[in-house]
């Protein structure tokens, strides 16, 4: 495998498609436009997928989302792919619904799933996909909001974002993430 791209998200029906599973529709989402099919595997669902000569595995950790890490570590360890080839596409309640921002590195931002990548990476290099979820909550109520799924309006922008996000996705597997800052912030 040459490139890990994560979805982040929490397992079953009761969090389909609310604002913490963005990270999994976008996954989804490409693996539904390329014919590929989730199975399970250690701590995940993955597909495997070829992209313009490139060995992909798509990722769905299935350990719920502040465990993460685990999920995310094992399969770079596995197949020894390096950290830059790492993509974990992430909601971020700083931004507003559909925005697209990618990081290279940086704080989890108060983020349960990316704290538990960087504890087990080690590091806080590694490259992001933050799919702006909003932030629409009442004080102490971030994880109701974040469990809950998008009103009708906020879900059209969100389809729309998803597919710029699968296209930014290919984007960065075939340009590295520098070219594709450029382009997609």
Same mark, same amino acid.
């Given at each position: 495998?040459?490139? =890990?791209? @994560? /979805? ?11 604002? #913490? !599973?963005?990270?999994? $529709? ?68 700083? =931004?507003? @619904? /559909? ?11 108060? #983020? !349960?799933?990316?704290? $538990? ?69």
């Amino acid at each position: 495998m040459d490139y =890990l791209i @994560v /979805g982040l998200g929490n397992p079953g029906t009761k969090y389909e498609f609310t604002r #913490h !599973n963005v990270g999994f $529709d976008v996954v989804d989402e490409i693996a539904k436009k390329n014919l590929l099919e989730f199975k399970p595997a250690e701590h995940s669902l993955k597909a495997e997928w070829n992209y313009k000569g490139k060995k992909i595995l798509l990722l769905k950790p299935q350990t719920f989302m502040n465990l993460s890490g685990k999920a995310v570590n094992h399969w770079l360890k596995w197949y020894k792919i390096p950290t830059q080839n790492l993509l974990i596409i992430v909601d971020d309640i700083a =931004l507003p @619904v /559909g925005k697209l921002r990618y990081r290279a590195s940086g704080s989890p931002a108060g #983020h !349960n799933g990316l704290k $538990d990548i960087q504890l087990q990476l080690g590091t806080e290099v590694y490259n992001r996909l933050k799919f702006g979820v909003g932030n629409d909550f009442k004080p102490g109520r971030q994880a109701d909001f974040v469990l809950s799924k998008f009103n009708e309006t906020d879900r059209a922008t969100v389809n729309l974002s998803i597919d710029l996000a699968m296209d930014s996705v290919l984007f960065f597997i075939a340009n590295g993430m520098e070219k594709t800052m450029g382009k997609y912030n």
